[in-house]
């Protein structure tokens, strides 16, 4: 539909701004140019990072409330066990263009502060043949290729990637391995494509280091091994049909698989025994044991110990969706209706153990093979459990032209999900979930000048729990970092109330420049909110409903195109508050009383957003040959995960510039560069707390600072060429 139609904020990135540093980089494009995105990496590794959209996050990491729908040529991209988004299985060198919109009900379950659609391409939309290869500091070498050909009626389109890093931490490395297919077929009226997505990744991050350790070796990791494995493959038929030149019909069917395995070293909450010489205690009185509910002797007598988590998360997903739409004319005015439903189910097996073992003492990676732990409480237990999800929706959207300059749109979603759980070892995770939900919107969007439109718009949407919250919501059985669950009470769905408006508009101050500009409000307020609370088990953490948080600010972006030069500047402001007090446990916090324990108030902040974000970046043609350009982004400081009440100063603000540049030395071959981090800048783009009394640091002895960061990469230098056919 009509872009200037849309009461909310919208914002689209072509396969081109994807590719803009000279090799496609979908997050680094969104990350630079699109107003109030940030990027955060708690796991170390630079394709693990949590997007936040207006302080609304979709991560790859449980944990995180994923505030934001994803979708994949249509197909729902959060996985169906956490709703968590896998950025490092994107085929980004197949991606035609991604649209990000504001919160809307129609695009279902998780989208309450937007969604992020992303479209391939197809023979039909890319004709001719590429292969790239590129490289550069910290061991990073990459080759991507694409192939695209239409014939006839039919098509065909095939992309693939292979990408290694070695890192520039102790223990971080990446290998990446994604292919990307499709057939389509189409007449005079219909259009049909059939498409294949596979993805194989291994992901090895640091994490988070305490400062002082970071301050003797930035490139030092607290405790390891940290490893995510990934396989993915999606199997999607799609297809349109014109009934007549006024109604058309769209549908999609799909099966995905996913394996993940998570391998995560922790710091250890066990201990020999003040009073029990001999044995391993998780407290005083509470001897560790083994499966066999044995007590676990002090077998290194006297430690150091750690923790080796492991998971596994194994997803058959499959679903369909179809929707009908018309445009014609009522009463003499433009209107266009879009109604349809869908469904989602997947069926999951979710397995994990927790293992004591050795640490060696220079850099904290955990010996094994150990003993696996299963405490009497259940605290922490060896899991095995089956999950079946089944989420359905019914949707319209219907935009009415009230007259040639004001247009009405009215739009709703039902959703309905259905999560069962099984425990394989036992009764504890067993459970039945129903959630079901209502969600209106209403926007009007009113053409003020020829270029100049302005709108306003409320949305309600919301988000049921997923089966890794439901299966960790019990205080007194937390999970561990690796995220595994060990309870199951009921939480609250969430629900978010958002209100934008705005103005957009474009005008040619002199020939052949094109100025576009927007400024945009948003005001979201989510009742029933969940997060991840530290419980007082070293460690681990539970899920909890926590009452209202608010989530407000402003965009403000310009955008001037000429012909050989553009340029463009954004800035956002995102006040991210909690609206309800409740007490969590954070030990390792300073400011914590004495029982552990903060008092978050209502106006405290919510951690990991920073307050004010600064984007600028253009390019200029030199010659006809020649491109450089550069891009900045300046970011506020955040506070601490961890420092919910906001009693620790927040992590440093910061500014990064990077610098590209690209030669065409013959019509088919171009040759391209990058300087990341230019001024070598450093800077942390996530910070939590970390029990550094606990574990012997031999690079930075006596260390007491608990401030604990994920430090972002130095200058690195990457170059590689393009050839065309």
């Known amino acids: 539909m009509d872009r200037n139609k849309v009461p909310a904020q919208t914002n689209v990135l072509s396969g081109r701004d994807i590719n803009r540093d000279g090799y496609p980089d979908a997050l680094r494009a969104l990350n630079e140019t699109v107003p109030g995105i940030s990027l955060g990496n708690a796991a170390g590794n630079p394709f693990q990072p949590t997007l936040f959209y207006h302080g609304f996050q979709a991560s790859p990491l449980q944990g995180n409330g994923q505030g934001l729908a994803v979708y994949l040529n249509g197909v729902r991209f959060n996985q169906a066990f956490g709703d968590t988004v896998n950025w490092d299985l994107l085929p980004e060198m197949a991606i035609d263009r991604m649209d990000l919109t504001g919160s809307n009900p129609v695009f279902g379950l998780n989208a309450l502060g937007g969604a992020l659609s992303v479209q391939l391409k197809n023979g039909f939309t890319y004709h001719g043949a590429e292969a790239d290869v590129f490289g550069g500091s910290f061991g990073r070498v990459q080759g991507d290729f694409q192939y695209g050909r239409e014939s006839g009626s039919t098509s065909t389109y095939v992309a693939g990637s292979v990408a290694h890093e070695g890192g520039w931490r102790d223990m971080q490395s990446s290998d990446l391995y994604s292919i990307f297919g499709d057939i389509g077929w189409r007449s005079e009226r219909s259009e049909l494509h059939l498409n294949i997505v596979s993805a194989d990744t291994t992901l090895n991050g640091p994490g988070t280091s305490p400062v002082e350790l970071l301050a003797a070796d930035p490139r030092a990791q607290f405790t390891a091994p940290n490893r995510i494995s990934n396989k993915y493959t999606l199997v999607s038929l799609n297809g349109s049909l014109d009934i007549d030149d006024a109604t058309s019909v769209q549908g999609s069917v799909y099966y995905d698989y996913f394996l993940q395995r998570v391998v995560n070293g922790n710091v250890s909450d066990f201990s020999p025994c003040d009073n029990s010489a001999g044995f391993l205690c998780q407290a005083p009185g509470v001897f560790a044991t083994d499966r066999g509910g044995k007590p676990i002797p002090d077998f290194l007598g006297g430690g150091p110990y750690s923790v080796l988590d492991q998971q596994t998360t194994n997803t058959n997903g499959y679903g369909a969706s179809a929707q009908m739409t018309r445009t014609d004319t009522i009463l003499g005015h433009h209107n266009q209706l879009v109604a349809g439903m869908s469904f989602d189910g997947a069926n999951t097996m979710f397995t994990a153990s927790s293992t004591i073992g050795g640490l060696t003492l220079n850099d904290r990676v955990f010996i094994g093979p150990g003993v696996v732990v299963d405490q009497a409480d259940g605290s922490i237990a060896p899991v095995r459990t089956a999950i079946t999800n089944a989420y359905y929706g019914v949707f319209f959207t219907d935009t009415f032209d ?273 300087v990341e981090n230019v001024l070598d800048t450093t800077y942390y783009t996530y910070g939590t707390f970390s029990p550094t009394s606990s574990v012997f640091l031999a690079q930075a002895p006596g260390a007491s600072n608990p401030r604990s960061y994920s430090p972002g990469a130095p200058v690195g230098g990457y170059g590689g060429v393009r050839i065309t056919f």
């Open 402 to 674: 009230v007259t040639s300059r004001l247009s009405l749109n009215l739009a709703g979603r039902f959703n309905a999900a259905q999560i069962d759980l099984n425990d394989r070892n036992g009764t504890a995770l067993t459970g039945s979930h129903y959630y079901r939900r209502f969600n209106p919107s209403v926007g009007v969007t009113y053409r003020v000048l020829p270029n100049v439109t302005a709108y306003v718009s409320y949305a309600e949407a919301n988000r049921a729990p997923t089966p890794a919250e439901l299966s960790c919501a019990n205080p007194d059985t937390p999970c561990s970092l690796a995220n595994f669950f060990v309870g199951d009470p009921d939480l609250k769905q969430v629900v978010a109330h958002t209100i934008e408006a705005g103005l957009r508009g474009q005008f040619h101050p002199a020939d052949g420049m094109t100025l576009r500009w927007d400024a945009s409000y948003f005001h979201a307020d989510l009742d029933d909110d969940i997060l991840f609370v530290n419980s007082p088990i070293q460690g681990r953490a539970f899920f909890q409903n926590v009452g209202t948080t608010r989530r407000q600010g402003i965009d403000i972006s310009t955008r001037l195109n000429a012909e050989r030069w553009s340029a463009y500047l954004g800035y956002s402001y995102i006040d991210a508050t909690f609206r309800t007090g409740f007490v969590e446990s954070s030990g390792n916090n300073p400011g914590a009383d004495a029982d552990g324990n903060l008092q978050v108030r209502s106006g405290n902040h919510l951690p990991g957003i920073p307050t004010h974000l600064l984007k600028l970046g253009g390019s200029y043609k030199v010659t006809d040959k020649w491109t450089i350009g550069a891009t900045g982004i300046a970011a506020g400081g955040q506070y601490l995960f961890g420092d919910e009440a906001n009693l620790q100063p927040r992590s440093p603000a910061y500014f990064l510039l990077n610098l590209n540049t690209s030669y065409q030395l013959t019509p088919n071959i171009q040759l391209f560069g990058l």
